[in-house]
């Protein structure tokens, strides 16, 4: 049985509703993640599409050719990042109000990774080489 998870900006004025397929959290240490959040992304990927309540309050704006953000043009939450290309949304991982069940899985770009920042959860690792062949970009 799937539950749905419930997730929000900082003033709340954006919110949405979603069924995880799984709880495995990616970190992004690419340099758009670093500039963008100040340190890396940490996201939950979602299939699909998805309906948000307060949409007036997003705004998205193309982070690269491949991509897409958004955040709350109130207080500024970073929301997700998603491929002009493919279905779905990587969702900030700190939007959802219950963490519990999340799961370090994957770092990408880990050779960008700051070396101030130490990560000892086992996870896959990929390099930006590897990014880069997987999602031909």
Known sequence: MTKKHSGSCKCGKVSFEVE??????????????QKISGSHFANIHHKGALA???EEYITEFDSSNWAKRAFCNIYGSNLYYKLKEAEG?????GLFDDQSEFVLKTQYFIDKKPAYINI???SN???EAEIRAKYNF
Do not use: I, P
Not at 20 to 33: F, G
Not at 89 to 93: G, M, W
């Open 20 to 33: 995880l397929a799984n709880y495995n959290v990616t970190l992004c240490h690419c340099s758009d993640c």
């Open 52 to 54: 948000f309540k307060g």
């Open 89 to 93: 949304y990587s969702l900030a991982a």
């Open 120 to 122: 000892a959860n086992a």
């Open 125 to 127: 690792n990929m390099t």
